[in-house]
């Protein structure tokens, strides 16, 4: 049973946009129908309104749990709850963008609403702005970045009102200038709406600066939840802990 630590304190009036009780997930291997463990018995409360990291070694589980959330894979056991609409923007930009002009695919996601093209429009500039895309709205999006491209798809979500968002590493394809231009982004489109959650996947310990709170997973298993500054001494120290024992 791994030690979970939970440093922030949490008022049970607030409200939660992103709950994990007890989750666990396993997959069948081909080899006799054996059950591989993928996440065990993970707990995560998500305040709404916030940013939150999750960060741990390759292979902990941070993804699953991700699609977990997204509703792209069942956990075997516990329980998952996310407020809804959600969307989930994945790693590589060039899969985010379905559309020949920014404006267009910022649009796409409404065509379900039945919107009159005045709250279309007013819709897609609101959303662009909040992510600081609003004088790229004519652009074609071959012409953009991948951090805008991510912007782009996150201005998407944001049109079609989603209260969640779960961001896979989008940060893992683009250089600095990019990387901080999408954070920023995530952050101050957070700050626009009051009413947004993310949870943003992340190997950089720099990102953590941004964030309301962290989780850090070892192992398929959470091992501790907390304020950045908690979280990220508390990764340098498993750091320098596991350089000292290889050093050894
Ligand atoms: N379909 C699958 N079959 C076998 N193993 C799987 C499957 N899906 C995930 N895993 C394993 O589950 C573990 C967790 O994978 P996951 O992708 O969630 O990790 P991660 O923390 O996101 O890793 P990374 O940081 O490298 O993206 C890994 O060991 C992975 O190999």
Not at 37 to 57: A, E, F, T, V
Not at 81 to 109: C, I, L, W, Y
Request: glycine share 8%; with cysteine.
């Amino acid at each position: 049973m791994p030690i979970c630590f939970f440093i922030l304190q949490f008022n049970h009036q607030d409200a939660v946009s992103i709950e994990a009780t007890n989750l666990s997930y396993s997959i069948r291997t081909n080899q006799q129908g054996k059950l591989l463990p993928i996440l065990n018995d993970c707990s995560i409360r998500i305040p709404s309104g916030q940013l939150w990291m999750l960060l741990g070694p390759n292979g902990c589980g941070k993804s699953t749990l991700l699609k977990i959330f997204a509703g792209l894979l069942r956990p075997t056991a516990g329980r998952v709850s996310v407020r809804m609409p959600k969307s989930f923007v994945f790693q590589n930009p060039d899969h985010q963008v379905v559309m020949p002009t920014v404006e267009g695919d910022v649009a796409f996601g409404l065509g379900k609403f039945n919107l009159s093209e005045d709250e279309v429009r007013s819709r897609v500039i609101q959303s662009l702005t909040a992510v600081g895309m609003s004088s790229y709205i004519h652009r074609p999006v071959q012409t953009l970045s991948g951090g805008q491209k991510q912007r782009v798809a996150i201005a998407g979500a944001l049109a079609e009102a989603c209260k969640v968002l779960l961001l896979d590493e989008l940060t893992t394809f683009l250089d600095e200038v990019d990387q901080a231009g999408v954070i920023k982004a995530v952050k101050s489109s957070l700050k626009s709406s009051e009413d947004v959650t993310a949870l943003w996947v992340t190997h950089r310990l720099e990102e953590l600066e941004y964030a309301d709170g962290a989780i850090y997973m070892e192992d398929g298993n959470v091992m501790m939840v907390g304020d950045a500054v908690t979280i990220r001494d508390f990764i340098l120290a498993r750091q320098a802990s596991y350089i000292k024992l290889i050093n050894s």
